[in-house]
């Protein structure tokens, strides 16, 4: 996997934690964030890949509308995004709409640390157009 900045979303400090250390251990610039972020923020923090949980806390913006804005947003819409969740219900409910979209990408929970990097390596891979300005 080729290191790149990710920026993590999750509102479990542990799994935090976790993926801070798996991604840092590739040589990954990381940026974890236990709530949600403004779409200013990560335009401003302008990451290569974006880790998000589906499911966030009540009181922040869910994962998929940090995707929806992602992608409704000029510099944003094509940043490679791995959206990650055990909640059956929830991956059902956008399933069509992550397969849809070749910057989507889905990581079922639980998840192996290899599986982790693969699919960050293939999220870096993938051709995001001309870079974010």
Do not use: N, Q
Request: proline content about 5%; glycine content about 6%; hydrophobic content about 40%.
């Amino acid at each position: 996997m080729a290191p790149g900045r990710v920026t993590v979303i999750d509102d479990s400090y542990e799994l935090l934690d976790l993926l801070g250390e798996a991604l840092r251990a590739t040589g990954s610039e990381v940026e974890l964030r236990s709530g949600a972020a403004t779409i200013l923020e990560l335009e401003e923090s302008r990451p290569d890949v974006l880790i998000v949980d589906l499911r966030l806390g009540r009181e922040s913006l869910s994962g998929w509308e940090i995707v929806s804005l992602c992608r409704d947003h000029p510099t944003l819409r094509k940043l490679p995004i791995i959206v990650c969740s055990a909640a059956v219900d929830e991956i059902s409910r956008y399933e069509d709409e992550m397969d849809a979209d070749p910057h989507t990408f889905l990581l079922r929970k639980p998840f192996s640390v290899e599986s982790l990097e693969t699919l960050v390596g293939l999220a870096l891979g993938t051709d995001v157009g001309a870079p974010m300005t």
